[in-house]
């Protein structure tokens, strides 16, 4: 996998980049200003560095056509930047970005790929010829639509699936992200949240599963600082010792991961036993509540201690902490709670605890918004994508012929994108043919190399992106340069209820936007009109007309943004007024139109319908740690920011394993050392970091790193509710080397 930087630049094509003479000069963009000579002008764009929804607004300044500086976006309502998204000026100028379409030579398998470059022209004539191909062949379906972490392809991309006529568009948050807890809200309160900030009605908050002075925008951090300040009570959930926990908990509780159903559990045995819930509203609005109380009586602190390896008094008081300091909200992870092999329960377990406690959509408790964006509702870009642009109709129509029917039923019922972890199989069974995927890593998936070899048996896998990546483009045919954050004019900014456009520069060497990469492929197909001849700015009018706005408009208004008025009045407790589902009647939208503590839709799969704790992967004498794996750093994104930005780089160069110092010591094991990590289903090689911040009994690192793709380690036995892989629960063993 190793591949030397020089390879790397030949393969990008890069040798001919000197950045210190003016090379991309800006006479066919049109959108950012250009400077005379010699005088800076601001411009704007978004940070896409963690792919947090809604991103981070970045003002730049050009001088003599190169962006020569930048800062937040002064008035943006997430503008204060963190060192990723400086990050992504370096990554600007990268001599390593790709800049040209580059085609395979050799077959699959080959030490070499043989990547040479080619013409735009040509690489839409191979991929037009191969999807038209496979489609006569073995029927659209067979071609499988997918984006990685970025959000921003991600409407073109499903608008061009179902253009096609392909059903299977899948992306990472389909995979391994955001929407194994979203299918938990969806099936327990009809609606999706990770909870809203604390605000002056607060006076306590569950944080669970998640590290936000890492992972969140700076925003978003300092609204919990400041709701320390204020008083609210916080009860952080998390084995390990972050800066989160020790920041803000007042008790910080370190369970054994994937044992949150149980721990939950515990807190709703004390709260329903000392009645600090809220009868009335578990008696009218949770659906199997009796179910839920006897669930939950066999669960007393002790038994919950012991499962969680937590002290009891712990869970004692932590319930009796959020139940009486009313009302109470949350911050939940995205994935610290799902990456495991009971991942939808455990989620739908912790959701319960506001729930009984009657938090629910009161003001300082778990706020719904009123007036989300209408037709986009929920993370714009990331989830519930504009359903009349990619043609939701078209993957409602076709749902018969999703991939994720058969093994995952209730995640295919339930959500829009499929559930990818299932690939390799559908590749054996001859049901994938090829793979179309915009800014994706095959390291985000437990056993990697699974996916490495059915890209390998494909009739065609391409790749767009702004690197090359070995491990992931060494198994496609074809790999598209894309335009950075900073070169595109699509898509326009969402946030809240304002509408943000965007300045572009040109692109370097022959990239190209995602969505034009996408619309162009389209047009290829024979659907000029649908993908509007390829213009970007047309796709975006077709999106904004839906609330009387124009890109044109959004320009305009640059630095300001455009506020949509929302069409009513915020209201609380809108599951009694007729305010949440689609037909008006009160209730929550779900199919009992109550939370559902019994999960009908489960039912329906048989599937288990009550939270319920289920024991995972067994440590054993052979493997004795459990390995939690991501959690995140503040420099890094996943597989990004190694050599894309080379600041971050010198900030963390290599790989580390972090172990708590007693774990270290046992097997002689010091800061640094080699040591080889082994679990049940592979090894890696890393060095040691001896740190308090891991429980006892845990180890931890990121992925992402190709030479130590702790994916290697991770086993693939999915939630069956989710089809989530268990990256934070897996037994293992490490040694000196
Ligand atoms: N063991 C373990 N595995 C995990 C996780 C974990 O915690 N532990 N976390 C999971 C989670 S939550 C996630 S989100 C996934 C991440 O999954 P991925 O998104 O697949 O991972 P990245 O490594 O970020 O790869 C993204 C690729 O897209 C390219 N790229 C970035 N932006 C763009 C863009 O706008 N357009 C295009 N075309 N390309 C772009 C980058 O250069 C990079 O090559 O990993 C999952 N896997
Ligand atoms: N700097 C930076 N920011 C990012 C990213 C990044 O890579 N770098 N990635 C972005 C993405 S794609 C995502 S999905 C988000 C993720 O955002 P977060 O969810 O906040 O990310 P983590 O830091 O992984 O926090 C998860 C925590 O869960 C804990 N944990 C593990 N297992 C369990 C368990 O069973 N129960 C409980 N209670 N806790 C458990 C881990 O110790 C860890 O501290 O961050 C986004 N922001
Ligand atoms: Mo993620």
Known sequence: MAISRKTLQKIAGASDIELSKNKYPMESNTLAKKSSSGVEEAQYTFCDACNGVPMCGI????????????NGWPGFPTSSLCSKAYGTL?????PNRLKYPMKRTKPKGSSDPGFVRISWDEAYDLIVKNLNQIKEKYGPHAAFFYVGDPKEPRAAVQRLANLYGSVNYGTESSTGCRMGSQIAELLTYGFETLGSPPNDKTKSMLVWGTNPAYSSDPADWKNLLQAKERGVKFIVVDPRVTPTASVLADIHIQPKPNTMAALASGMMHVIFKENLHDEGFCNKWINGIDELKEYVKGFPPEKAAEIAQVP???????ARLYATNTPGGMKLSSQGTTHN??????????????????????????EKPTNPMEGMAGPHWGGDLPPKFTYREKTIANKAHRLDNERTPAWAEMMVPVQTSYLPEWVEEGKVKAFLGWGFNVMIWAQTHEYQKALDKLDFAMAVDYFFRPWTHNHVDLVLPVAVNFERQAPFGIHGRTLHGRNAITP??????DWKIALDIGVRLGYAEECFNGDVIAACNDILKMWDTSYDELNKNLVKGVSI????????????KGMMRGDGKPGFPTPSGKVEAVSMVLQKHGNVALPEYKEGLKTSEEFPLLLVSGSRIPY?????????????????KEPLLMVHPQDAAKREIQKDDAIRVTSPWGEIEVKANPTIMMVQGAVGMMHGWAEANVNALVPRQFDPISGYAPYKEVPCEIKKV
């Open 508 to 513: 370097i060497g022959e990239a190209r936007e």
């Open 341 to 366: 092999t009971n991942a939808a329960n455990n989620h739908r377990s912790i959701l319960m605890i506001p729930a009984i406690c009657g938090y629910l959509d009161v003001p300082g408790g778990v």
């Open 59 to 70: 003002e730049y300044f050009m001088k003599d056509g190169i962006v020569t500086r930048m």
């Open 636 to 652: 890094i994104t996943h597989s990004k920011w190694r050599e894309d930005s080379p600041w971050l780089f010198e900030l963390q």
């Open 90 to 94: 370096q990554r600007l100028y990268h």
């Open 312 to 318: 009891a008094q712990q869970i004692i008081d932590a």
């Open 565 to 576: 008025p929302p069409k009513q009045k915020n209201a609380f407790k809108k599951y009694e």
